[in-house]
């Protein structure tokens, strides 16, 4: 069972940037999708990014384009997620993801392994 282990949350203000990081201490991933889900108070689980095992593919969902960027290094067994011109309704428990595939199942959140979460809080 592949545990994940995200860091990286906090409290930042509006507009602010944050990077989260995600790594699977004992165990590579090389060959994994990876990616980021999250959830608010009060709401479902949502898609944020995905990105496939060479790093060559990335997915964003549309509230967050063009202010996130996934990114991995394999040598390190972590995946990334740069946050910037943060707003208050990112305010989330971020969730990291990993599966063997980089389709469908993404979507629907179908994913085999999940870490526990890492806060993220933007005030306004």
């Known amino acids: 069972q592949v545990q994940l282990v995200e860091s990286g949350g906090g409290l930042v203000q509006a507009g602010g940037s944050l990077r989260l990081s995600c790594a699977a201490p004992?165990?590579?991933?090389?060959?994994?999708?990876m990616g980021w889900f999250r959830q608010a108070p009060g709401k479902e689980r949502e898609f944020v990014s995905k990105?496939?095992?060479?790093?060559?593919?990335?997915y964003y969902a549309d509230s967050v384009k063009g202010r996130f960027t996934i990114s991995r290094d394999n040598a390190k067994n972590t995946v990334y997620l740069q946050m910037n011109s943060l707003k208050p309704e990112d305010t989330a428990v971020y969730y990291c993801a990993a599966d063997p595939s980089y389709g469908s199942k993404w979507v629907i959140g179908d994913m085999n392994y999940w870490g526990k979460g890492t806060l993220v809080t933007v005030s306004s």
């Open positions: 004992g165990r590579t991933f090389s060959s994994y999708a």
């Open positions: 990105i496939n095992w060479s790093g060559g593919a990335t």
